[in-house]
């Protein structure tokens, strides 16, 4: 897996461009992840207190929403190949790069 950064070219901005277009996206984490957190705390409630649903809501909806507002594209390779049935361990490498480790128990 390798992350494709921002389809913005740097030449298209300035220096002051691309400390304004910085600040958007700062701007933009903020408050997707403030409005986020408040709806997960409000699921989580209305849950009971059991942790599943705002989980699955954080992998859904929060993370993909970071990823598209920093103009972040995931390339997946070999994705098809890892055997989801057992445990599994997943590294990332300084480049990027996913290491999937099939092990017995991992717990």
Do not use: K, Y
């Not at 992840?33 to 409630?45: D, E, M, N, R």
């Not at 849950?47 to 995931?74: F, Y």
């Amino acid at each position: 897996m390798s992350v494709t950064t921002s389809s913005v070219r740097p030449g298209l901005l300035g220096g002051v461009g691309w400390r304004v277009f910085n600040a958007l996206q700062l701007l933009f984490t903020l408050t997707w992840t403030s409005v986020l957190i408040c709806f997960a705390l409000l699921l989580l409630v209305l849950c009971g207190g059991r942790r599943h649903w705002p989980l699955r809501m954080a992998s859904r909806v929060w993370a993909p929403g970071l990823l598209a507002g920093a103009g972040a594209r995931l390339d997946l390779e070999g994705f098809e190949a890892i055997d989801f049935s057992g445990s599994s361990r997943i590294s990332v490498s300084g480049n990027g790069h996913f290491r999937v480790a099939r092990a017995g128990s991992l717990r």
